[in-house]
């Protein structure tokens, strides 16, 4: 196996290309700089790194499915030891694109890092390498509509089942698990990584070496996952309520109302006239004297000022103090006057300023 892979090896890098060795080599080295930086991931550098790095892995693996290094039909006993270690290619490759900065991509960063991370899971599950249990696949919007959880076609929603404490516990057991054999993979690491780093270490150093780094891997692939599927659903949820509120909007734009300017002033008039010719403008003593001259102006309940009242309360003496001396043309003023008033309403014969 070893001398075949060699062989191809040396075919497929040619002349031009780089050698199979060398793309892993350098981008693992690439993922531990942008690991072990202080800068943030946001930074231009980093994120040069980064795709720097994404760009050699993404190349070691096509040379590597080309080389057809890999079958379900051998077991791991059968793997050279030189080609442990690009086992690791889909983990790195998925850890590199989750620290990709691209607000308008993420959705699909995060779902093209689900399929490395999860490629690499069935690889170490083929070749067992590690007891686990594989991540359930997650549903699309159309299977969750089919099978009732989407309330949106009118059906009846199923509801959610109570959560099943027993489950979630187990669950928590098997995240502690991890967490603890990921910190005794990391010290085992640190105690053999400066032998293999030297190439002076046996070839069952290096062969352990590389089996203990994808341990530690898929236990961060596994929360990479559990993390990813959250993400993705609160992306999708933030991309139907954008589309809502922009539907929305686009609904609820009124026409403009046509503008109306009332000024205090004649100064204003003009000036307002001049600058806007057609806009209808006018001051209020004009649009008063205009309405009064129309007659649109009744006088009900509006107070009288006090010189009419002094001339109303003088005409009423006078003709009380005419009825008073028997003047006979004042009385016969009063008699008529008060049966004109039984046979007729108030203000049915005044027609003045009513339009």
């Not at 030297?198 to 341990?215: C, K, P, T, W």
């Not at 530690?216 to 692939?221: D, E």
């Not at 990479?224 to 809502?244: F, P």
Request: aromatic share 6%.
């Amino acid at each position: 196996m070893a001398s075949a892979v060699v062989t191809s090896e040396s075919q497929a890098s040619g002349a031009d290309q780089p050698k199979l060795s060398d793309l892993i080599d350098n981008g693992w080295k690439l993922y531990e700089e942008v690991e072990s930086t202080n800068e943030p991931t946001s930074s231009l550098s980093i994120q040069v790194k980064i795709k720097r790095g994404v760009s050699k892995l993404e190349e070691a693996t096509r040379m590597v499915a080309q080389l057809d290094l890999f079958s379900r039909n051998e077991e791991l006993e059968e793997v050279a030891t030189a080609d442990l270690k690009y086992v690791l290619l889909p983990a790195l490759l998925g850890s590199l694109t989750m620290k990709e900065t691209n607000p308008s991509k993420r959705l699909e960063q995060v779902q093209k890092a689900r399929v490395y991370f999860l490629d690499f899971l069935k690889r170490c599950k083929e070749y067992n390498i590690m007891k686990f249990e594989l991540p359930k696949p997650t549903q699309s919007p159309e299977e969750n509509s089919e099978t009732g959880e989407d309330s949106s076609s009118g059906a009846a929603a199923v509801p959610p089942n109570p959560p099943d404490l027993v489950a979630m516990a187990v669950h928590r057991n098997a995240k502690i698990e991890r967490y603890n054999q990921k910190k005794e993979t990391e010290a085992k690491l640190s105690e053999i990584r400066v032998a293999v780093d030297s190439g002076q270490a046996e070839d069952e150093v290096v062969r352990d070496f590389y089996l203990l780094n994808a341990r530690r891997w898929v236990t961060i692939a596994l929360e990479e996952i559990e993390s990813i599927d959250q993400e993705v659903q609160i992306l999708k949820r933030m991309g139907s309520l954008k589309k809502d509120s922009a539907h929305s909007s686009r609904q609820q734009q009124r026409p403009p109302m046509k503008p109306f300017i009332l000024t205090k002033d004649a100064v204003q008039a003009r000036v307002f006239g001049a600058g806007y010719p057609s806009l209808p403008t006018m001051t209020v003593n004009d649009w008063y004297e205009q309405h009064r001259r129309q007659g649109s102006l009744p006088d009900q309940g509006i107070p009288k000022s006090a010189a009419d009242l002094d001339n109303e309360e003088r005409e009423e003496e006078e003709k009380e103090r005419q009825i008073g001396n028997d003047n006979e043309e004042a009385l016969q003023r009063a008699r008529d006057w008060d049966n004109w008033k039984d046979t007729h309403r108030r203000g049915c014969g005044n027609r003045k300023n009513m339009g």
